[in-house]
């Protein structure tokens, strides 16, 4: 494709290998980049320019804001959020109750998951095979229980991206000379004062070193999918962006990247802790149900169905809020 286009007067190639006009519109350019949005996801002015640049890389560049809103609305049909400095979609309206369901619905193992590996088992498949980014969504009664499925069925190597960042933290602390007990001070702090400030920024100084710890599973995998879990400090820390890299459709991956990611009533769907993930196409998420889990117990202790008392203990974990800040 590149040759191709190197020996045409009109024609370009995309990182994709796809030919296309050298006068394609910055709205057509924009949509086949990002090809979907999903509701109520951010996208920030830099990376749908940065998206649409190494996506057709013999365009001319996108402009930059304000003259890039138009183009955004009409290309995406998204608005521009001066509070929060980014693009938002529009969020899909959910249901009258706003809090947490007084117990779990009923779920019963299906049979059909017990014969053949299912529609997830089969996107796995496809995900490890394709070397793609999927993110997993998987309720929180059956979080524990499907992680285990993936460390004995799947063989995935696993990285804790909480623990991650938290060793990273520790030990960019002690490079600048901050007491930890600084760090949580700044944690607790009020958002915008200027301890908070600085933790931000000691954030940002360990994300290299988060960044470079997936990295490395991936290149120690061996095939072997790659499942990332607990993203919630990375969102608490409007980090999440650091995944981006390895979601980009374009991206060449050595293996298969997994996010598992938490579901509670009410903040279901590609979020973490209420903040969206990046994705660059709707069908990065896959939905787990826990019919699918339960048909596919890997342990012969795991053959009987949980009774009253242990989901009721189950759902009052789940649903207990995990303590604000850092850990100490």
């Known amino acids: 494709a590149r040759l191709g286009a190197q020996l045409s007067r009109h024609a370009g190639a995309s990182a994709a290998g796809e030919l296309h006009h050298r006068d394609l519109t910055p709205m057509a350019a924009l949509r086949r980049a990002i090809p979907a949005v999903l509701p109520g996801q951010a996208y920030k002015a830099e990376d749908l320019r940065e998206r649409v640049g190494a996506r057709f890389p013999d365009l001319a560049p996108l402009p930059t804001r304000p003259d890039l809103d138009p183009i955004v609305q009409q290309a995406l049909s998204l608005r521009w959020d001066d509070d929060r400095r980014t693009y938002l979609a529009p969020a899909v309206r959910g249901g009258d109750t706003t809090g947490l369901d007084s117990r779990p619905r009923t779920n019963l ?14 996107r796995l498949a496809d995900s490890r095979r394709s070397r793609s980014f999927v993110a997993l969504g998987v309720g929180a009664l059956y979080l524990e229980r499907f ?26 602390a002690a ?69 981006t890299d390895w979601l980009d459709l374009a991206t060449a991956r050595p293996t298969a990247i997994w996010l598992v990611v938490p579901q509670l009533h009410g903040r279901v769907g590609p979020v ?16 787990v149900p826990p019919e699918w889990i339960l048909a596919h117990r890997s342990t012969p202790q795991d053959a009987g169905t949980q009774d009253d008392a242990t989901q009721d203990a189950a759902f009052r974990d789940a649903r207990t809020p995990a303590p604000e800040g850092l850990p100490k």
């Open 272 to 287: 973490v802790d209420g903040r969206p993930l990046p994705l660059t196409a709707p069908s990065q998420y896959v939905s």
């Open 109 to 122: 193992p299906s049979a059909i998951g017990a014969i053949g590996p299912g529609a997830v088992g089969q």
């Open 147 to 172: 992680l285990t499925l993936l460390r004995t069925d799947f063989d995935v190597v696993e990285v804790d991206l909480t623990h991650t960042l938290m060793d990273a933290l520790h030990a960019t």
């Open 175 to 243: 490079d600048v000379g901050v007491p930890w007990s600084e760090v949580l001070g700044a944690d607790a702090d009020v958002p915008g004062s200027r301890p908070y400030q600085g933790l931000r920024a000691l954030v940002q100084r360990s994300l290299p070193a988060v960044r470079q710890a997936v990295e490395d599973a991936l290149a120690d995998a061996n095939g072997r999918p790659v499942v990332l879990v607990d993203a919630s400090l990375l969102a608490r820390y409007d980090a999440l962006d650091l995944l």
